[in-house]
């Protein structure tokens, strides 16, 4: 027997959440956009420093980490920027790193433009809305061990998690270390419906403890591609 679904609406209109700032990772290729999406836990008063998605594309750039992991890349696809958002009001503006991006120095070529491996982001906390993913796309067929999975060598998934690790380091060292950011929901009032969702759930951060391979297999970007 299937198991039931009980869809739980977000609360309409602009996303407020407290403590919390949107971290976009920007990618390009073949002219086409790819979005990384992240919350870090944001706690200091005041606006944001114009300067903070230049300071973290700055060190996402220069950290070792990201140079190891463009190396498993196609040269097609391009680090393009950051993008950071406080999301403790509504309509605060989006600030952009202006910085150059840097390509993809792989060796095989390109693959599918909507191929990703998956990073799993993990909490204190387990189920739905208590785990996160980074869907990291551009990797050439140099990483491939067969049609469906990625290789597992140890360097490979070292530089899988030093990559996404390194995002979380830009983060922090400006204040923003990465969390779920989990967005408020209505009550719902589905018949049958689980009593743990009677009432609405309020917006939340959730503190991530870690980055994780649960897998090899080949993901897809399509969830973002070209937003």
Request: charged content about 10%.
């Amino acid at each position: 027997m299937a198991k039931q679904h009980y869809p739980r609406l977000p609360v309409p209109g602009p996303v407020v959440i407290p403590n919390c700032a949107e971290v976009k990772v920007l990618w390009s290729q073949n002219g086409m956009s790819m979005v990384n999406v992240l919350h870090g836990n944001l706690t200091a008063a005041g606006p944001l420093n114009p300067a903070m998605a230049e300071s973290m594309f700055s060190a996402l750039k220069a950290n070792t980490a990201t140079t190891t992991w463009l190396g498993h890349l196609t040269t097609g696809i391009t680090l393009a920027g950051m993008h950071v958002k406080d999301l403790r009001a509504a309509n605060n503006p989006t600030i952009v790193s202006t910085g150059a991006g840097i390509l993809g120095t792989g060796t095989g070529t390109a693959l599918p433009q909507d191929t990703a491996i998956a990073v799993t982001l993990r909490t204190a906390f387990s189920g739905k809305g208590f785990v996160g993913r980074i869907y990291l796309p551009g990797l050439d067929n140099a990483q491939l061990a067969d049609s469906r999975h990625w290789i597992s060598t140890v360097g490979f998934d070292n530089a899988v998690l030093g990559f996404a690790n390194a995002i979380n380091a830009a983060m922090t060292a400006q204040g923003i270390p990465w969390v779920i950011g989990q967005r408020a929901l209505a009550a719902n009032t589905t018949a049958g419906a689980p009593p743990s969702q009677a009432q609405p759930r309020p917006a939340n951060t959730i503190p991530i403890t870690a980055a994780a391979l649960t897998d090899h297999r080949i993901d897809s970007q399509r969830k973002r591609l070209g937003r």
